[in-house]
């Protein structure tokens, strides 16, 4: 087929149960191939990590005049970034909350054990509605200081920002914006009124950390705080919401690997690494270059959509060996699941440490268990891949 028409066909919802026999055409078109969009699709996994550290490469939309508000800091160059991302770090991570994730991991368990309480024998479930979705959900609203009756509101919100930062080409985007700019305002409009009701009132949460944070040179504006906010909420559960899913479908049909982690548990976290490598939560990232510049051998105009598709990548052969086969133990397994270069997700520390208590809890209940169906019902979204329902029965 026309390699111009790559990105249309990957983003295709009849791709979505398995992308990767376009990613292996992607790789061997490449490792530049334009698109009849305007677009150029990266899949080698060395020129895209390259192109992740590359300060040419913008990841802010406004390079090419499309968003009129500063999106957050997730999509913003440094030196804002740097900023941004450093101050929304303070109460999240090292160095000056360095026992934050770790401190929830006894939550986390909780939270767990609960979720699979109804777990029993006989019963038909849905691992992403009964416990992918809502374990992350249940954790991140925590770490904010959401309440907990609140929490439903979030996944409206939640649907619609994602649609609006989908890979679309070719379509018409201005309902899923319209959609995504209108769940953004009322998200961090919710948020930022949570926060004004922490100042000077504290609690142990990351509101309260933002809304009181004493040194005026290191505290957000209201409608920084706000967007940050309401990135760390989406961010803090969408990919381990996927994470979660994709593993236990991963397991699932691979029950020779599945036995191989129950008999020896202590490989948990290296399979969390390979599930990043073998089915990321998320698949592409858009970069956007500052001028024209030269991507080897191919040149690529400023201001044009460069989508680095990591997950075809992350089973690029030229880097790893055996690339399509799910290996737990899988040696110098440097993948691009969480991204890399200033942009590497924020919240990887905690997403591996929900992984593995929710898949370790999990294999258990796998052992005996069947799919429903194969392949399940697919999100829309060909970014952010995974299951919309995975049904099981116990």
Request: aromatic share 6%; proline share 11%.
């Amino acid at each position: 087929m026309d390699s111009a028409t790559l990105l249309a066909r990957i983003t295709d919802y009849a791709s979505r149960p398995n992308p990767y026999p376009l990613y292996g055409e992607l790789r061997e078109a490449g490792p530049v191939v334009p698109q009849a969009d305007g677009s150029y699709l990266i899949g080698t996994y060395h020129h895209i990590a390259a192109l992740l550290h590359d300060p040419r490469m913008s990841a802010d939309p406004r390079t090419r005049g499309e968003a009129t508000h500063k999106p957050p800091f997730l999509r913003l160059d440094d030196p804002e970034h740097h900023r941004l991302r450093t101050l929304a770090m303070r109460p999240f991570g090292p160095p000056h909350s360095p026992g934050r994730v770790d401190g929830m991991r006894g939550e986390i368990d909780r939270i767990t054990r609960e979720l699979l309480e109804p777990f029993e024998a006989g019963r038909q479930i849905d691992i992403v509605d009964d416990f992918a979705y809502p374990l992350p959900v249940t954790v991140i609203c925590r770490l904010l200081g959401v309440p907990h009756e609140d929490e439903p509101l979030f996944r409206a919100w939640s649907d619609a920002l994602v649609a609006a930062a989908d890979v679309r080409p070719g379509e018409d985007t201005a309902e899923p914006d319209k959609a995504g700019d209108q769940a953004r305002m009322e998200m961090g409009g919710y948020l930022l009124n949570l926060a004004e009701q922490r100042r000077g009132k504290p609690g142990d949460d990351m509101l309260s950390a933002f809304a009181n944070e004493p040194d005026p040179a290191l505290r957000l504006t209201d409608e920084e705080l706000a967007e940050t906010a309401v990135l760390l909420l989406i961010a803090g559960h969408e990919t381990t919401v996927n994470l979660i899913t994709n593993g236990a479908l991963t397991l699932l049909r691979q029950p020779e690997q599945l036995d191989r982690l129950r008999r020896e548990p202590e490989l948990l976290p290296r399979a969390v690494e390979e599930l990043l490598r073998y089915e990321p939560p998320v698949h592409m990232r858009e970069r956007i270059p500052h001028a024209d510049i030269d991507i080897a051998g191919t040149p690529v105009p400023a201001g044009a959509s460069v989508v680095l598709v990591l997950a075809s990548g992350n089973r690029d052969p030229m880097r790893f060996r055996d690339p399509d086969r799910f290996d737990p133990a899988r040696p110098d397994n440097q993948h691009l699941g969480f991204g890399s270069g200033i942009h590497a997700c924020y919240g990887g520390p905690l997403a591996r440490v929900e992984a593995y208590a929710a898949l370790g809890a999990l294999l258990p209940h796998l052992g005996s268990a069947r799919l429903v169906e194969d392949p399940p019902p697919y999100r829309q979204n060909a970014m952010l891949r995974g299951p919309r329902h995975l049904p099981i029965h116990l």
